[in-house]
């Protein structure tokens, strides 16, 4: 050990005597071997060698620094160096060979040590790099790593990956990889052997003490990255996972970015792919208008957007944050598009119709709401006037204008809605399917809960885990319908293209999820034991249902060209009956108190039932019952 360190600091050494001096040296060795190896290990002829010598070593000294090889930082040796190497001893012959003839005449030196010494040259000067090379990094992980790791995964990934760790000054040093390939075992990456599969992983980290598990296959399925996780879990190490493959190869991640949870992983189910090659008929060389643009669908709708070649996209919203943001983010992908950005609220209908007139788009996108449900129970009248009465004055602008399409952005909270932003959003659903249009086609979409969407379940979540705080959920038998933010921007792009006049598009998002098992997937998935985190379960929020629907029962469910998209339509309502229950519902926005709000709400939507009818729930309090909990939820599954 304290030898490597002593050779490490002589050979990395950036004197420029020093380096000219030893180069100088090994040339000379490879003349004199070369000669040896001419003439049986003898030295005949020794005034000739000792003539040539000087003059071989200037001239190979001098083409060494014109390929600017005169340096010390052997560390870093690669093909380049190695390639610039042998230009310089290539380039050097040939002026030695003209140098011998001119001066001692072409019999007199022999022929053979033309090409032994460039051979012998090249392999001293290249050896010694890599040498320094492999004592600098030895040095380096014997005194600086803390921290053994394994790497599930032996391709392009990995390699990626391990190349990371041995080339920054990182706090680990890779012993093992494992692979389900059994082709690969033996083989090694970066140097780092693969010492078998993944199901032999618990026997290796035990074996070879390993500190930390890296998970490198980011193209894995999410049944694959399940399996992954549970023989993790077996080996009782923490483990964390890389980035997807999009971002692996387009945003080159280093080291440190290695992701704690891919919110695809906690779907429970591979994600909907949605073909949207029909999209680009409806967007390419036209204008698109997009509402709530700086939320978390509306921003991920304008990038999406600006993928099929609009003539103009128009981003509104009323945060001017918000909106200076996204024209940050956009700024860098609009390409040939031309990009308006609009600070204004939908409730303005004066407003409204001023954009429409200025653009005039053929696609509108209105993802501009109130949200958090929450909040908006104690709200009702902003509620009502920005997810009612805003989605009206967009639509009403809309058609004015002729545009050609229109799509509304619902949730599942609408069917049989227990909350006022529930109620809302029905309320929207009826005007797009009611609303006599003249050529403008009127599609809504209902969502689950998005994974990840800013203030989501998720995202409170992973803040608490990063905080090490206890995990805070309503109710342990909780279910919600979960998706990505990816199958939500898709299913709304898709609509545009695939929806009727009337339609509400839901995505068939498989069986809800309870909301406990999404949390001990995200502490699984985050390298942690359920048995580390407390969960506190605090109650069902005021309108919370204990399980969502998709679906009501005097829906009617038709079939669409993709079998993972379902239109519905509910003919109970005509326009006539609606828009005077919306006039009076406008006229008492003013006087009326909520809960005359709430029972007008409910004369348009038989449904809403306010407050919902919970089932008996004891409050939880003691911080240990959570964990104890959690393990009893999954024994029984």
């Given at each position: 050990?304290?030898?490597?360190?002593?050779?490490?600091?002589?050979?990395?050494?950036?004197?420029?005597?020093?380096?000219?001096?030893?180069?100088?040296?090994?040339?000379?060795?490879?003349?004199?071997?070369?000669?040896?190896?001419?003439?049986?290990?003898?030295?005949?002829y020794h005034k000739l060698l000792l003539s040539a010598a000087p003059i071989l070593i200037v001239i190979r000294l001098a083409a060494l620094a014109s390929f600017g090889l005169m340096h010390g930082w052997?560390?870093?040796?690669?093909?380049?160096?190695?390639?610039?190497?042998?230009?310089?001893?290539?380039?050097?012959?040939?002026?030695?060979?003209?140098?011998?003839?001119?001066i001692l005449g072409e019999t007199t030196f022999p022929r053979s040590i033309y090409i032994l010494e460039p051979v012998l040259t090249i392999g001293l000067l290249v050896g010694v790099r890599f040498v320094s090379r492999a004592l600098a990094e030895s040095v380096r992980e014997n005194i600086v790593c803390s921290k053994k790791i394994a790497v599930v995964g032996a391709g392009f990934a990995a390699q990626m990956l391990l190349r990371e760790i041995k080339h920054d000054r990182t706090d680990y040093v890779a012993v093992a990889c494992v692979d389900d390939d059994g082709t690969k075992k033996n083989l090694k990456v970066q140097g780092v052997p693969v010492l078998g599969t993944v199901d032999e992983l618990p026997s290796i980290i035990k074996k070879h003490l390993v500190d930390e598990i890296l998970i490198a296959v980011p193209s894995a399925s999410t049944s694959q990255m399940r399996r992954f996780v549970t023989i993790c879990e077996k080996t009782k190490v923490k483990f964390r996972t890389m980035p997807g493959l999009k971002e692996l190869i387009v945003e080159q991640p280093s080291f440190v970015q290695l992701r704690d949870v891919n919110l695809d992983d906690l779907l429970g189910r591979d994600p909907v792919q949605i073909d949207l090659a029909t999209v680009r008929g409806q967007i390419e060389g036209r204008t698109v208008l997009v509402t709530g643009a700086a939320g978390s669908i509306g921003s991920e709708l304008s990038r999406q957007i600006l993928e099929y070649g609009p003539s103009k996209l128009v981003c509104l919203d009323q945060s001017e944050t918000g909106i200076f943001y996204v024209q940050i983010d956009l700024a860098k992908r609009r390409g040939a598009a031309r990009i308006i950005y609009c600070v204004a609220d939908v409730r303005d209908l004066g407003r409204m119709r001023r954009i429409f007139d200025e653009h005039r788009p053929s696609l509108t996108f209105h993802a501009a709401a109130y949200k958090h449900v929450p909040v908006m129970e104690s709200n009702v009248r902003e509620a009502i006037k920005n997810n009612i009465f805003g989605l009206l004055n967009?639509?009403?602008?809309?058609?004015?204008?002729?545009?050609?399409?229109?799509?509304?952005?619902?949730?599942?909270?609408?069917?049989?809605?227990?909350?006022?932003?529930?109620?809302?959003k029905r309320v929207g659903e009826l005007v797009m399917a009611s609303r006599s249009s003249r050529n403008m086609r009127c599609i809504s979409v209902r969502f689950g809960n998005v994974l990840g969407s800013k203030g989501s379940v998720v995202r409170?979540?992973?803040?608490?885990?990063?905080?090490?705080e206890e995990l805070t959920l309503t109710h342990p038998e909780a279910t919600r319908f979960f998706m990505t933010l990816r199958e939500a921007v898709s299913l709304i792009l898709h609509?545009?293209?695939?929806?009727?006049?009337?339609?509400?598009?839901?995505?068939?998002?498989?069986?809800?999820?309870?909301?406990?098992?999404?949390?001990?997937?995200?502490?699984?998935?985050s390298g942690r034991s359920p048995d580390e985190v407390k969960i506190r379960f605090t109650g069902l929020r005021p309108g919370e249902k204990m399980n969502e629907q998709l679906f009501s029962a005097s829906e009617i469910m038709s079939e669409t060209p993709n079998p993972k998209i379902h239109a519905v339509r509910d003919n109970t309502f005509d326009w006539r009956r609606l828009e005077s229950q919306l006039n009076a519902l406008q006229g008492s926005l003013a006087v009326d108190s909520d809960a005359s709000l709430r029972a007008r709400l409910k004369e348009i939507v038989p449904g809403y039932n306010y407050p919902p009818t919970l089932p008996p729930q004891r409050t939880i309090r003691d911080k240990e019952i959570a964990p104890r909990l959690v393990r009893q939820s999954a024994s029984t599954r």
């Open positions: 050990m304290r030898m490597s360190k002593i050779l490490s600091r002589i050979l990395l050494r950036r004197s420029l005597w020093f380096i000219t001096l030893f180069q100088a040296f090994l040339i000379f060795v490879s003349l004199i071997l070369a000669w040896l190896l001419r003439f049986d290990f003898a030295i005949p052997w560390r870093y040796t690669g093909i380049s160096d190695v390639l610039d190497v042998m230009k310089a001893v290539l380039a050097g012959s040939c002026v030695f060979v003209g140098t011998i003839y001119a967009v639509l009403t602008s809309a058609g004015e204008y002729r545009c050609d399409a229109f799509v509304f952005v619902s949730s599942d909270k609408a069917v049989e809605p227990t909350t006022v932003m529930g109620a809302t409170v979540l992973q803040e608490q885990l990063h905080k090490n609509a545009s293209s695939i929806g009727s006049h009337g339609d509400i598009l839901v995505l068939d998002m498989s069986r809800p999820i309870r909301i406990l098992d999404l949390a001990r997937n995200l502490i699984r998935f």
